[in-house]
């Protein structure tokens, strides 16, 4: 399972691979140069502090490597820290038989990337098409979605409704008749959806960009 350490020791390992300190990297990638000191990867009270996914995009950025070359440097030695997860188009994921009712991948058609491992074994990866939930996600960005990851007001999710239709936004307010999905777009809508039009709905829990 993907740990809060094996994440840090993977932009240090980025970070020396390109010849720069961490805080150098944050520098080069337009971040505070504090972003990454030993001191930011805990709170004051002792709890565990994440790098967002906005800050790794950067460095990935800054340096030129892709997804594939960080995940090479996450954890120690790179035994069971990645494993290849499928790729699926956006627009494939409305077609029918490409998930079970519980939101899970079917079927083995798909491409795959190679991602660090998560604790939930039936994640998988969504290319973002068209502009429609810019400037969120972009045409050509992809999205981790983690069918058993709980899910949070706040939370960025995806949903497929029973008719196909297939939608990514920030859950607001969930009962038990209703769910509230806030546009990621701000040229388009919130959307209220019925609880019995929903086949399933499930968290994103990474970006890359």
């Known amino acids: 399972m993907l740990t809060h350490s094996d994440i840090w020791r993977g932009i240090d390992r980025l970070a020396r691979e390109y010849g720069f300190s961490a805080s150098g990297l944050a520098r080069r990638a337009g971040l505070d140069p504090t972003t990454f000191n030993k001191s930011k990867r805990t709170t004051r ?22 997804l594939e070359e960080f995940v090479s440097y996450v954890g120690d030695g790179g035994s069971g820290i990645s494993r290849t997860i499928p790729l699926i188009g956006f627009p494939q994921a409305g077609m029918a038989g490409c998930f079970d009712d519980a939101g ?76 509230d999905v806030g546009s990621l777009n701000p040229r388009h809508e919130d959307r209220t959806l019925p609880v019995d039009d929903v086949q399933w709905m499930a968290r994103i829990v990474w970006a890359t960009q």
């Open 45 to 66: 009270d002792g709890r565990l502090r994440w790098p967002s996914t906005e800050s790794i995009a950067k460095i990935l950025a800054a340096t030129g490597a892709g």
């Open 104 to 179: 899970h991948p079917v079927g083995a058609a798909w491409d795959e990337i190679a991602f660090p491992a998560l604790g939930d074994p039936l994640s998988y990866a969504l290319e973002i098409s068209g502009d429609g939930m810019e400037p969120v996600y972009r045409d050509g960005d992809t999205v981790i979605v983690s069918p058993r990851a709980n899910i949070r007001r706040g939370d960025r999710v995806v949903i497929r409704t029973r008719s196909g239709a297939v939608m990514a936004g920030v859950l607001r307010r969930r009962s038990a008749r209703r769910i």
